[in-house]
Structures are given as C-alpha cells and as structure tokens.
C-alpha cells in the first residue's frame, strides 16, 4: 500500500512528444546561427593568418632593402608555404620559398605550415587537378604578382627575373593589396577560374602593403575602388 504523498507522477505520452517538439523546434532555430559562429569563426582566423604574412612580408623587406624578390617560377604562389607541395613541376616551382623563415619556420623543414591555409579553402576549377588550393600549391593566399617586378610593357619576356623595390609602387599602401584568399586576382582577371573561398557576396580576407587587413569585396572587373587596388597586366595605374 502506498504512503500518503509517495506518488510520484510520470510524464504522459503527450507531454514527452511536446517536450521532443519543443527541442526539435529550439535546435531548428539555434542551427543557422551556430552555423554562422562557426563561418565567422573560419573568416576570423583567415584574416589573423594573413596579417601574420603581412607583418612577415614587412620584417622581409626590411632585411632585403625594401626589395621584393626577384618574379620567377610562379612566386605569387611560392612566396611561402608548406614544402613539397604536389605542384612540383620543377620547371615552374619554387624549391625555395623566401618568407618561410620569416613566419617562424625553418626553410623545407616543416611539411604543414598551417599559417599559409585558409580555414575554408577549396580546389581552383580546371586548375588544381581536384585537390584544394594548399594541397596543391602549399598556399592557400595569392601574392600581387606585379609587385615581383617592375612592369615594362616593352619587354619581351615577362619572365625575366626582375625586382621591385617598394619605393616603386605609386600606390597607397593602404589600399594596396599584398596578398589574399584565392581567388581574389581572378575575381578581376578570370572569371572561369573564381574559387572564392568564404561565398559570401565576393568577399575575400586581404593583407594591404600596409600590413592591415580586411573582409573586402572584391568587384569582378575593377582593378581600383575606394576599398582596394593592385598592378594588373593591363593597368599599373592607381
């Protein structure tokens, strides 16, 4: 026989379903919002790790006489990074990527050198055979190529080992782009190679020659707004 007040009552059918309900229903709601924590998250970080290149790339040419390197073998991507990277056509791969000792690694001794991958990267259609983006060059963050050299629409061979030295560029560093998500040079140059990375209208994190950085939208088709510019084959003009 039970003892006055030792009932304890349960939950009925119908209450356990509302409760399901109700934490189906929370969830449903909480689930895109923790998605976009986690993007920004992604974007943050990216925007981090490119600074830190940024602050490398100003401690380089303060020790090379404000000189970039000379423009050979694809730079823009092999300016650092992880090493081997299955890229490595010898006729147009760095073996020896200059900011690496820069950024805190030892040249060729470190196989992963996670500063140089975007959280987020993926493949460039057409272009990375299926791997992504740092896989594939050991870089996730394009360099402004027309920085490796000064621009001589006469010559001959764009080739040809030359240098630029940063009292050069008539550009305010402000606004000049170092480096970037891939594909921010495409979203100007070649639409059929766009990869961009964070799919959010066009935006992608860019380090400037000044060292700041910022989530930019990147115009397809402008080389100068207000926000950015960079040297492009076409026009070297602010």
């Known amino acids: 026989m039970w003892a006055p007040g030792s009932f304890k009552r349960a939950f009925t059918l119908i209450e356990l379903l509302v409760v399901v309900a109700i934490i189906t229903l929370l969830v449903g709601i ?15 970080q990216c925007g981090v790790q490119l600074r830190n290149i940024g602050l490398a790339w100003q401690t380089y040419l ?26 490595t056509n010898p006729l147009w791969v760095l073996q020896y990527r200059p900011l690496n000792p820069y950024i805190g690694m030892e040249i060729k001794s470190q196989p992963v050198a996670e500063v140089f991958r975007c959280p987020v990267q993926r493949e460039i259609p057409n ?32 080739g040809v080992s030359r240098i630029n030295h940063i009292g050069d560029i008539k550009i305010d560093p402000a606004r000049m782009v170092l480096a970037g998500d891939c594909q921010w040079y495409y979203a100007v140059e070649n ?39 960079f ?3 076409e026009d070297t003009g602010p």
């Open 191 to 229: 639409a059929q190679w766009d990869a961009n990375f964070h799919n959010r209208q066009d935006k992608m994190n860019i380090v400037y020659l000044d060292g700041h950085e910022k989530f930019t939208q990147i115009i397809r088709g402008k080389a100068q707004t207000a926000e950015y510019s």
């Open 62 to 87: 303060t020790d090379s006489n404000e000189t970039f390197p000379p423009w050979t073998k694809n730079m823009w991507w092999f300016y650092g990074g992880k090493e081997p990277a299955i890229a």
């Open 127 to 158: 272009v990375t055979n299926g791997y992504s983006v740092f896989d594939y060059y050991g870089n996730s963050y394009m360099l402004t190529s027309m920085l490796l050299y000064n621009y001589d629409p006469n010559a001959a061979d764009l």
């Open 30 to 44: 909480l689930m895109p919002s923790l998605a976009k924590a986690k993007q920004l998250a992604k974007d943050v």
């Open 231 to 233: 040297y492009t084959i």
